[in-house]
C-alpha cells in the first residue's frame, strides 16, 4: 500500500468515524424513552400497575424482580449468542425483539382485564419478562459493540457528551409522560399513545444504529485460564468475595421495599404522576451537581471510606419515609434532593472499586458469578417485600404505619451491610471496560432512586493517567 492510499483510508476511516458517533449520539437520544420505561421502577410501569390497573402488591414485587431476571438469564445466553454472530447484530436483532414486545404489548392493552387483577398481572408478568430478557440481551451485546469501535482515548469525552444529551431525552420523556397521564386521566389510550411515540422514536434508533458505519478494531487477546484455575483464582480473591456479599445485602434492602416507594407516594401520599416526574428530575439534577465533588474525594481518599460516609448521609435521609404523610408531603423535596446528591457518591464509588477488585486472571468467570448472585438477590427482594406488604396490610387498617414500619429496612440493612464494606481491601483498579456486565444490576436499578444519568456517567468515566 502506497502513501497514497494509506492517507486515503486513514481519511475514509476517520470520517466513517465521524459519522458513527454522531449517530451513536443520535440514536441513543431516541432509544432513552423506551429504554426508562423497560425498568423496573419508573413514572410509566408505576403508573400502569398502580393506577390503570390497581394490581396486588405481590404481583407488583414480581414484576419489578423479572428485569434482574433477565439479568441472570443473559449470562448464559450471551456467550453463545457470541459465537453466532457479531455483538452489533445481535445488539440490533435483540433490541428489535425487545421493540416488537412492546408493540405487542400496546396493542393488547385494552384487552387487559381491568375488573380481575390477578389475570391481567399474570398477562403482564409473561410479557415484561420476556421483554426484560431481549432488553438484557440488547444491553450487554451494545456495549461490547460499542469496545469494538469507539476509541479508548475518546470515551471519556464522547461519552461524557452523548450520556448528557441522553439525559435530557430521559427528563424530557418522564415530565412529558408524567403530564400526558394525568390530564389524560390515567387512560388505556393515553398509555397506549406513550408507548407508540417511544416505539417511533426507537425504531429511528435502530435504523442509525444499522447504518453506522462502525469498523471493529483488532486486540490482542491472551488465552483464558482453564475453568478450575479460574474458579481457584476467584475463591482466593477474598475482597472481591465479601464486596460481593455486600452487593448480595445492598441489592437486597434496596430492592424489597424500594420498588413500592413509588406506589407509597400514589396511594398514601396522593401524589400524581407528574409529581414523581418532577421528584425524580430533582434527584438527577442535584445528583448530577455533586459529581465533581464526589469524584475528588473518591480519588483522595479511597473507595471505601467515601462510600461508607456517602451511604451514611444517604440512608439518614432515606429515614424521612418512615415518617411522610400527606400533611408533610412537603419533605419529599429535601429527600430526594439529599439522596440524589449523596447516592451519587456511593454509586460512584461502588462502580470505582469493582474495578479494582475483580481478578484480571480470572474476569469472565468474576464478572459472571458477581452478576448471577446479585441478580438473584435482586429478584427475590421485591417478591418477597410485595409479599410482606399484602400480608401486613391485610392485617392492619393503619396502611401509612405498615410502610412506615417497612421502610425502616432500607437504612438499618444497607448501614450494616457496610460492616462487610469495610472489610474489603482495595487493590489497583482494572481497566474500565471490564465491569459492564458485573455491574448490569445497578443500571437496572437507578430507576428506584431516579439515578439513572449517573449510571450512564460512571460506565464511560474518563480514568486518569497516574504517574
Known amino acids: 500500500m502506497n502513501a497514497s492510499t494509506a492517507r486515503t483510508t486513514a481519511l475514509e476511516h476517520k470520517r466513517d468515524l465521524l459519522r458513527s458517533l454522531r449517530l451513536c449520539t443520535a440514536e441513543g437520544i431516541m432509544a432513552m424513552p423506551l429504554v426508562t420505561m423497560s425498568l423496573p421502577v419508573n413514572v410509566f410501569m408505576t403508573t400502569l400497575v398502580a393506577k390503570a390497573f390497581v394490581l396486588p402488591k405481590t404481583t407488583i414485587g414480581l414484576i419489578c424482580a423479572l428485569p434482574f431476571v433477565g439479568n441472570?438469564?443473559?449470562?448464559?445466553?450471551?456467550?453463545?449468542?457470541?459465537?453466532?454472530?457479531?455483538?452489533?447484530?445481535?445488539?440490533?436483532?435483540?433490541?428489535?425483539?425487545?421493540?416488537?414486545?412492546?408493540?405487542?404489548?400496546?396493542?393488547?392493552?385494552?384487552?387487559?382485564?381491568?375488573?380481575?387483577?390477578?389475570?391481567?398481572?399474570?398477562?403482564?408478568?409473561?410479557?415484561?419478562?420476556?421483554?426484560?430478557?431481549?432488553?438484557?440481551?440488547?444491553?450487554?451485546?451494545?456495549?461490547?459493540?460499542?469496545?469494538?469501535?469507539?476509541?479508548y482515548r475518546l470515551r471519556g469525552k464522547f461519552f461524557g457528551r452523548r450520556n448528557g444529551m441522553t439525559q435530557i431525552s430521559t427528563t424530557v420523556f418522564l415530565l412529558a409522560t408524567g403530564w400526558a397521564l394525568v390530564q389524560g386521566g390515567y387512560a388505556i389510550r393515553v398509555f397506549q399513545y406513550i408507548i407508540a411515540g417511544a416505539v417511533l422514536l426507537r425504531i429511528f434508533s435502530l435504523r442509525w444504529q444499522w447504518l453506522s458505519p462502525t469498523r471493529a478494531r483488532r486486540h490482542a487477546v491472551s488465552p483464558p485460564l482453564p475453568l478450575r484455575d479460574q474458579a481457584r483464582t476467584v475463591w482466593e480473591s477474598k475482597s472481591f468475595l465479601v464486596f460481593i456479599a455486600f452487593g448480595a445485602v445492598w441489592s437486597f434492602a434496596a430492592n424489597c421495599f424500594g420498588p413500592f416507594y413509588h406506589i407509597f407516594m400514589f396511594e398514601q401520599i396522593g401524589l400524581s404522576a407528574f409529581d414523581v416526574g418532577i421528584l425524580s428530575t430533582i434527584a438527577q439534577l442535584t445528583g448530577a451537581l455533586s459529581l465533581p465533588a464526589w469524584g475528588l474525594l473518591l480519588d483522595r481518599y479511597g473507595n471505601k471510606s467515601v462510600m461508607v460516609v456517602s451511604m451514611i448521609l444517604w440512608q439518614a435521609t432515606t429515614w424521612t419515609w418512615t415518617i411522610l404523610t400527606p400533611d408533610n408531603s412537603w419533605l419529599l423535596y429535601g429527600m430526594w434532593i439529599g439522596g440524589g446528591a449523596t447516592g451519587a457518591g456511593f454509586i460512584l464509588g461502588q462502580f470505582t472499586i469493582l474495578l479494582r477488585l475483580i481478578p484480571r486472571q480470572a474476569k469472565n468467570l468474576a464478572i459472571g458469578t458477581n452478576l448471577a448472585i446479585t441478580s438473584l438477590v435482586a429478584a427475590a427482594a421485591p417478591i418477597i417485600g410485595g409479599n410482606v406488604l399484602t400480608w401486613a396490610l391485610g392485617r392492619w387498617s393503619d396502611a401509612l404505619a405498615v410502610y412506615h414500619t417497612c421502610f425502616l429496612l432500607m437504612p438499618i440493612l444497607s448501614l450494616s451491610g457496610c460492616l462487610l464494606l469495610l472489610r474489603v481491601h482495595e487493590p489497583q483498579a482494572q481497566p474500565l471496560t471490564m465491569v459492564f456486565g458485573a455491574m448490569r444490576n445497578i443500571r437496572t436499578l437507578s430507576g428506584v432512586f431516579g439515578l439513572g444519568f449517573l449510571v450512564n456517567h460512571v460506565f464511560y468515566r474518563a480514568e486518569k493517567k497516574r504517574p
Open 72 to 151: 441472570f438469564l443473559q449470562i448464559f445466553v450471551a456467550s453463545f449468542l457470541a459465537r453466532w454472530k457479531p455483538p452489533k447484530t445481535i445488539s440490533i436483532s435483540a433490541a428489535t425483539l425487545h421493540l416488537l414486545s412492546w408493540v405487542v404489548f400496546g396493542i393488547m392493552l385494552p384487552w387487559i382485564p381491568r375488573d380481575d387483577p390477578n389475570r391481567a398481572g399474570q398477562m403482564i408478568i409473561v410479557w415484561f419478562l420476556i421483554t426484560s430478557c431481549f432488553g438484557a440481551i440488547a444491553g450487554v451485546t451494545w456495549n461490547a459493540w460499542i469496545q469494538e469501535w469507539v476509541p
